[in-house]
Structures are given as structure tokens and as C-alpha cells.
């Protein structure tokens, strides 16, 4: 008696699910530049410090007496959530399809799920207190970018430090670049490479990254970041999956992504500071 098993629709389920998981690695640019927690469960993560020990002159056969308070001060918290994006497809949409709907909506609601995780990083940026940008209207700069950097350096911020900005304030570097002024001569390389590649990946002791899923506000300016790992977190507790459903009654499938993670400031948001400009279009 011929029995239809899991095993006949396997290699299926399998396929879908790796090709999803691949796209959701593959196009999440933030997830890789700020620091990564997990755990299981869905409790909240408080972020908590201590105090910095100043030592003191003493004299000899002094017996000290001033010792630092070392307890600890809640700083910030990160709370889970659950994200679901879903496509129900039809057996005759499948069946008569021809570009192969089933790979296609696998790849698409990856490619969802990983520009929502990369869009709420972003997002972030506006959460830093320290804004170092040219200010809403105002084109960005060599010179503003390199003031953020010098204060974040100052903040004893550690190296690397990751410059995440929208494609329009690029566009403005690249012209001071690409047209240096007398001031920026000594640029010369770096110069070079903007005016041959358009994009440069390390410039004033920073990594630069373009991020397109920075939001433009209604007065076309955007909101980018300058930071180390730490002022950034990523808490995932749930791994990314795809789960397919036999709905048989409706005769479909129906495919499931789910995640759930939280997002916001890590435990040094000092690290990190917002950068505000102008993003109209070139």
C-alpha cells in the first residue's frame, strides 16, 4: 500500500527554509556591526553599570579611609517581541506559476524579515543623546563626521568605530570628496578611490557603511550613526525560522516567518552618537 510520508515532502520544506535563512544572514548589514546577545525565554535585559575607581595620593602610615561605592545603576533595557510575516499560496497559483512561487515567497519574506531587523538598528540611531550632524537642512561633512569621531574617541570609545549613513549623506562626502577643497589636498588616496569607486570603506579612522533603510522624514532629512558595537544591541531569542502549513481545506500552504528579538541601546550608549542632515536627493 503506497503511504505518503513527511520524507516524500521533505527536500521541500528543507529548501524553503535555507534559502530563507540565507537571505535573512545576507542582507541585514546592521546585525554585524552591533553587539549580539540571546537567551531563552522572553524576559527583559536590563542593562546595568559601576562606577569608575579613582585612585588617590596617600601618605605613608596613613591608614586609607575614602573607599569607592562600587554598586551598580540601571543604564537601559531591551524588550523581546514576536515578529510574524506570512503568505498563504493557493495550490492552482502554485501549480500554474511558472517563475515557482513557493522559492520566490520563501525568498521574499526573508529578504522581510531582515530588512525589518536592519530598519529598527537604524532606528536607533535617533535613540543616541549626543546628535553631531549638520542639522536638519544642512548637507553633511567631512568635518562634522570627523568632530563625532574625535568626540567618540575622547569618550574612550574603542576602535572600530562604524559610520552607518544613508545613501544621500555619502552623496555629500563623496562631493567634498570628489572635488576636495585646498584644505583637503593631503587626502590624496583616499580622494582617488571616491572618484574612481564612489564609495570608500575606511575613511577619518571610521568604517563606513551605506544603509538605504534609514528613514527621510517629511522635511527630507535622516538620521545616521557613528558608533562603536557596544552602543548598539541585538538580543535574539528566537532564531529566525520558516514554518509551512498544509492548510487543506483552503487547498494551500500557508508560510510562516517568525523571529523575535529586541533592539535599542547597548550597555555603553555613550559609544554611539546620532547624525543628523539634510537627505534630500542629489
Known amino acids: 500500500m503506497a503511504i505518503t510520508k513527511y520524507t516524500d515532502i521533505s527536500s521541500y520544506v528543507n529548501t524553503i527554509y535555507e534559502r530563507s535563512l540565507l537571505v535573512v544572514r545576507e542582507r541585514n548589514i546592521m546585525a554585524n556591526l552591533v553587539t549580539n546577545y540571546s537567551a531563552m525565554g522572553w524576559m527583559v535585559r536590563t542593562f546595568s553599570t559601576r562606577p569608575e575607581v579613582t585612585p588617590e595620593t596617600v601618605a605613608d602610615g596613613v591608614d586609607y579611609t575614602n573607599p569607592t561605592s562600587f554598586g551598580k545603576s540601571t543604564i537601559g533595557s531591551l524588550t523581546p517581541a514576536e515578529k510574524i510575516a506570512q503568505i498563504i499560496l493557493t495550490d492552482q497559483n502554485v501549480e500554474t506559476d511558472p517563475d515557482g512561487a513557493r522559492n520566490q515567497a520563501s525568498q521574499e519574506l526573508g529578504e522581510a524579515i531582515a530588512k525589518l531587523i536592519d530598519t529598527d538598528l537604524v532606528g536607533d540611531f535617533s535613540s543616541f543623546s549626543t546628535d553631531v550632524g549638520a542639522g536638519a537642512g544642512n548637507s553633511a561633512t567631512i568635518a562634522t563626521f570627523a568632530a563625532g569621531m574625535s568626540r567618540l574617541r575622547a569618550a574612550s570609545a574603542p576602535s572600530p568605530l562604524n559610520a552607518v549613513v544613508h545613501p544621500y549623506h555619502w ?102 552618537m546620532a547624525y543628523t542632515a539634510d537627505a534630500a536627493a542629489p
Open 171 to 272: 552623496h555629500d562626502i563623496w562631493v567634498e570628496l570628489g572635488q576636495p577643497a585646498k584644505k583637503y589636498a593631503l587626502l590624496g588616496d583616499v580622494a582617488n578611490a571616491a572618484l574612481q569607486e564612489f564609495y570608500v570603506g575606511a575613511l577619518m579612522g571610521m568604517r563606513w557603511f551605506t544603509n538605504a533603510n534609514i528613514a527621510v522624514d517629511a522635511s527630507d532629512d535622516a538620521v545616521s550613526g557613528i558608533f562603536n558595537a557596544r552602543a548598539l544591541a541585538l538580543d535574539t531569542r528566537r532564531a529566525y525560522r520558516l514554518e509551512p502549513e498544509r492548510d487543506a481545506s483552503l487547498r494551500a500552504w500557508e508560510l510562516n516567518a517568525t523571529v523575535g528579538y529586541a533592539h535599542g541601546l547597548g550597555d555603553r550608549p555613550a559609544f554611539g
